[in-house]
C-alpha cells in the first residue's frame, strides 16, 4: 500500500526563523495537496501541486513538487505565532492518504 | 453555503452504546470520508462514498457502519461504542477525486 512519510513530527521555533517540513512518498503521486490544522480545529486547505518540479508560493509559505513526484516539501520564511498549526501532506495514488503531519510550535 | 455541517459538536458515550455522527454537505460533492484523529496523530481513514449508494471501507473500519443514502449525507454508525473509539472524528468531501478536501468542524468523542 502508499507509504507517506512526514518529517519531521515536531518542530519548535523562535519566531521568525524559517521552518520546513517534508513529504516522502514510496510511490509515483498523481498530485499532492498540504492542509493546516490549527490546535483543536480541523484540516483546512492550503494548496495542491500537480506538476513535476512545481513551485508554488502563497506570501511566506512555499511549496514544492519533487522532479520525480514523489517527495514535496512546505517552507515558511520567518514564521509568525499566527503560523502554530499542524500541516499535512495528502497524497492521491489509488486512494488519497494523509501524512502523519508536522506540529509546528512558535516562541514568541 | 454552508460547507460540511457535523452533529454534534461533543458527546460522551458509555462503553456499549450505539450512536450516529451525522454529516451533511451542500456543495454537491460526490466525494465523501469519514476520519478519525487520535490526539497527537495524524488522520485515519474509516469509510469513503465515492456517490450516493457507494461506500467502501478505508485503513480502520471495524467497529463503525455507514450508508449513503443521498449525495448530501454520509451518516457514520458506531454500534457497540469501545474506550478505543475515543477519538475526534471529521466528515470531509471532495467535488472531484483530485480536488481538495473540504472538512468539517469535527466530532469530539469519549467513550468512557
Known amino acids: 500500500g502508499q507509504q507517506v512519510m512526514q518529517i519531521p513530527q515536531y518542530q519548535h521555533v523562535q519566531e521568525g526563523e524559517d521552518f520546513t517540513t517534508y513529504c516522502n512518498s514510496s510511490t509515483t503521486l498523481s498530485n499532492i495537496q498540504w492542509y493546516k490544522q490549527r490546535p483543536g480545529g480541523h484540516p483546512v486547505f492550503l494548496i495542491q501541486l500537480v506538476k513535476s518540479g512545481e513551485v508554488k508560493k502563497q506570501k511566506r509559505l512555499t511549496f514544492q513538487f519533487g522532479e520525480a513526484k514523489k517527495n514535496s516539501s512546505l517552507h515558511i520564511t520567518a514564521t509568525q505565532t499566527t503560523d502554530v498549526g499542524t500541516y499535512f501532506c495528502e497524497v492521491t495514488g489509488n486512494q488519497f492518504y494523509f501524512g502523519t503531519g508536522t506540529s509546528l510550535t512558535v516562541i514568541p | 453555503n454552508a460547507g460540511v455541517t457535523q452533529t454534534p459538536k461533543f458527546r460522551i458515550l458509555k462503553i456499549g452504546q450505539s450512536m450516529t455522527l451525522q454529516c451533511a454537505q451542500d456543495m454537491n460533492h460526490n466525494y465523501m470520508y469519514w476520519y478519525r484523529q487520535d490526539p497527537g496523530m495524524g488522520l485515519k481513514l474509516i469509510y469513503y462514498s465515492v456517490g450516493a449508494g457507494i461506500t467502501d471501507k478505508g485503513e480502520v473500519p471495524n467497529g463503525y457502519n455507514v450508508s449513503r443514502s443521498t449525495t448530501e449525507d454520509f451518516p457514520l454508525r458506531l454500534e457497540l461504542a469501545a474506550p478505543s473509539q475515543t477519538s475526534v472524528y471529521f466528515c470531509?468531501?471532495?467535488?472531484?477525486?483530485?480536488?481538495?478536501?473540504?472538512f468539517g468542524q469535527g466530532t469530539r468523542l469519549t467513550v468512557v
Open positions: 470531509a468531501s471532495r467535488r472531484l477525486s483530485n480536488t481538495e478536501a473540504f
